[in-house]
């Protein structure tokens, strides 16, 4: 049975005039407190990473690992993150280095943003396309477009699952690295009318040692990233009571963290905007109100509330809140989130929000091809009526 999804009687002007208002009174309350709450989530980070590097020499051991990777993850999605996106320039008096202009920036790069991907290539890629052309052709993580190859391949099911958990073991280096490099030597959304190339395999060429667009994905993200956690950190341990033994456990751990990274990234981001209840958009949005709405109906969030909580899904559970507003601190997150339920509630606006869970089978399910996301055009005027195209099918209860 399906659900139709309408807006034909939502007042949209009324509907964007509120949710401004939310986010005036949001700039209102920016300050100290903002900064002194990232300032504490950085801590949490490096306490997981201390305790984890310092128990990784005992043992090869999944404890360390996890702490490590938990440290990892701290600093691109709840650090590195919002810096980039600017939610932090705002608040007067902050150091440089916690904002867009000086994070990662210069010898920072390795000391603020130790990752595979390369800092502008992720600004690039996320901060500007993935944003801005959210589930349309030109979104360079479109998941359901950037999967073709899969779900239409004739492999079994079975088989098709076990290729996207080899995925998520190493996403990071086979598709976020390669892939924004890819889109920041582009520099260009696609022109209409040409055709898409899938994210998910990077071209050949970056693989190609023979080439630049190789030796520029190597010698930028790999080579420096692996010299730095495979060889770098665990040679510090030579010196503990387990001689090199205790390196070789650090260089165990390190590579189990890795495994840990790419599978908590893969959770918290890859089901953010996919599933058969979110809406895959045909054409470009016309006008503000409609960009907010896309914002809306093609994000999802998880369970949200707590620091705790929000520091594990690396504050991506509020991912319609991040996208409506990407340059606010994680604090304004948790003030923003019930009063746009609530406010999507009052105007008949669909809200999704189940577990990570949850999302994660259905994002894996269009993955493979089981399931696929509704398809929906851009429409003209002021929205009213027939906004959001009139009427979008979907196999799913869209959650109010």
């Known amino acids: 049975m399906t659900t139709p999804f309408q807006l ?13 208002a939310l986010r005036r009174a949001a700039n209102e309350r920016l300050g100290e ?45 709840n650090i590195g993150h919002p810096i980039m996106h600017r939610g932090y320039d705002k608040i007067p008096g902050i150091p440089e280095r916690y904002t867009s202009k000086g ?27 993935h944003h801005y052309n959210l589930g349309e052709a030109s979104d360079p993580d479109q998941v359901e477009l950037n999967l073709e190859w899969l779900r239409e391949t004739n492999l079994p099911m079975a088989v098709r699952y076990a290729a996207i958990g080899l995925f998520a073991l190493s996403w990071k280096p086979f598709y976020y690295a390669p892939n924004t490099l890819k889109v920041l030597g582009k520099k260009r959304t696609l022109a209409p009318g040409e055709v898409r190339q899938p994210g998910t395999l990077a071209q050949l060429k970056y693989w190609n040692p023979l080439t630049p667009e190789a030796r520029e994905l190597w010698l930028k993200c ?24 205790g390196a070789v456990n650090v260089f165990i751990n390190s590579l189990l963290a890795e495994v840990f990274t790419n599978i908590h990234s893969f959770v918290v981001i890859a089901p953010n905007h996919t599933g ?36 594990l899904h690396g504050w991506l559970n509020y991912q319609i809140e991040h996208h409506l507003w990407p340059d606010l601190p994680m604090s304004e997150y948790q003030r923003l989130q019930p009063q746009v339920k609530a406010l999507c509630a009052k105007y008949g606006i669909p809200y999704v929000q189940e577990s990570v869970w949850k999302r994660v089978k259905k994002t894996v399910d269009v993955m ?15 929205l009213r009526p027939g906004v959001l195209a009139g009427e979008v099918t979907t196999n799913a209860k869209l959650p109010l």
């Open 8 to 20: 034909h009687d939502v007042d949209v002007e009324q509907f964007t005039h509120e949710l401004m």
């Open 276 to 311: 058969d209840d979110l809406i895959l958009f045909e054409e470009q949005a016309n006008n503000k109100s409609e960009f907010y709405l896309r914002q809306i109906t093609g994000s999802a969030n998880f369970r949200t509330g707590g620091d705790f909580n929000d520091f």
């Open 222 to 245: 790999f080579l420096p990233y692996m010299a730095l956690r495979f060889v770098a950190i665990p040679s510090l341990f030579i010196v503990s009571p387990l001689g090199p033994i």
């Open 33 to 77: 407190k903002d900064f002194k709450h990232l300032k504490k989530i950085e801590r949490w980070g490096k306490w997981c990473t201390a305790v984890g590097y310092g128990t990784a020499w005992i043992i090869p051991n999944p404890v360390s690992a996890l702490l490590i990777s938990t440290g990892n993850v701290n600093r691109w999605a």
């Open 103 to 129: 994070f990662a920036k210069g010898f920072r790069r390795w000391l603020d943003w130790a990752d595979w991907i390369d800092p502008a290539a992720w600004n690039h890629e996320h901060n500007r396309l």
């Open 368 to 382: 493979v091809g089981k399931t696929s996301m509704p398809r929906q055009g851009a429409v003209s005027g002021n």
